[in-house]
């Protein structure tokens, strides 16, 4: 690995050059590109430059060992065995960074909620986990932006579209997609019976016009009056939209806003999000076999997470990861489950690329 240096430590130097060009910083999306490339590169050189030095301590000090007597080799048996723990620490933090970066890490959200199996109950849950999202947005320093929510009878939500802008959201917020389960005493239960319902999250990498080109020929716009809990009209004008996309029948519909033409731009920001994932997947899929959708049919048996209420438990089933931090979890506090995801997500592609 230190053989690739050189060449990484002048393409940083070539990088930074670019970024203090005016006619690189005039170009957005080019400046954008490069700062990553420099950030990443910077991360890599440096844990490469460690390595080098930690590699020349490690011969010098066994050189010294070879030719030292007695008493000081118990220091240089130290310094040897620092040395070598530094690297294999290093190497480990390497290959790391020399993994495939997922394409969509950079990407904002949208993330789309919904009441599964448990009727009223699943509705009510569906706001628990979008207050949990809100609460880490909120410690993560991300922007969250409602797009379309729509409130069931007890205050809960059926359905509830948003948007999460920051650094990094996709690569923190892509292993959230499923089935969540949630194990407590319903407020609609009198007996005080434990019940089990679900709520669907599905995450998309938003996406840009760029990446999806969507002929105006291929979508059927419907305007309709927006509704509330219970059906009940909550406008007077048709300012709903709901825009099909007939060459893959993928539906979408808006009714937050009260102008048609805010909701048909939230709409069309979805379908294109929407697109975008199915075509990854296709690919993915070509690539490596069959893989199953995020959400699944909804049902208790293809949960990711249950949340228990009585045992303030949450379990990842993906993992195995148990915490009796529920009350913490539900507040906001995801970064224990998510590090655990994102370091086996990790693990697993070393053992792919060690195969």
């Not at 005016?22 to 440096?46: F, H, K, M, N």
């Not at 880490?136 to 059926?158: C, I």
């Not at 509330?228 to 539906?251: F, K």
Request: hydrophobic fraction near 35%; aromatic fraction near 4%; proline fraction near 3%.
């Amino acid at each position: 690995m230190l053989d690739r240096l050189p060449d990484l430590e002048r393409e940083h130097g070539e990088v930074e050059r670019l970024l203090a060009d005016p006619a690189v910083i005039s170009d957005q999306p080019r400046y954008t590109e490069l700062s990553r490339r420099y950030r990443d590169l910077g991360a890599l050189v440096g844990r490469l430059q460690d390595l080098r030095q930690a590699t020349d301590d490690l011969a010098a000090a066994r050189e010294m060992y070879t030719e030292a007597d007695a008493d000081d080799r118990e220091l240089l048996k130290g310094e040897i065995d620092t040395a070598e723990a530094d690297i294999a620490r290093l190497d480990e933090e390497i290959k790391v960074l020399l993994l495939p970066t997922d394409p969509n890490d950079e990407r904002n959200v949208i993330v789309e909620i919904r009441g599964a199996e448990g009727g009223e109950e699943a509705n009510l849950f569906a706001r628990d986990l979008f207050e949990m999202f809100k609460g880490y947005a909120s410690r993560m320093g991300w922007k969250l932006d409602v797009m379309d929510a729509q409130e069931s009878d007890m205050g809960g939500y059926s359905d509830i579209t948003f948007r999460l802008l920051g650094d990094r959201v996709w690569s923190r917020m892509k292993h959230e997609g499923g089935v969540h389960r949630v194990q407590r005493v319903p407020v609609t239960e009198s007996q005080g019976r434990v019940h089990t319902s679900s709520a669907t999250v599905t995450v998309l990498p938003e996406a840009d016009e760029v990446d999806v080109q969507i002929s105006p020929n291929d979508l059927r716009i419907d305007v309709y009056r927006s509704s509330g809990p219970g059906g009940q009209s909550v406008n007077t004008t048709d300012s709903a939209v709901r825009i099909t996309h007939l060459p893959t029948g993928v539906v979408v519909s808006m009714q937050d806003e009260k102008s048609q033409i805010q909701n048909r731009e939230k709409a069309l920001r979805v379908l294109r999000s929407r697109l975008l994932q199915a075509e990854q997947e296709r690919q993915a899929a070509e690539a490596s076999g069959a893989r199953k959708a995020q959400t699944g049919g909804g049902g208790r048996s293809e949960k990711i997470r249950t949340y228990n209420f009585k045992e303030n438990r949450v379990t990842d089933h993906r993992i195995g990861l148990t915490i009796y931090k529920l009350d913490k979890v539900l507040a906001g506090e995801l970064d224990e489950v998510v590090d655990a995801l994102v370091a086996d997500e990790r693990r697993r592609q070393l053992g792919d690329d060690e195969a």
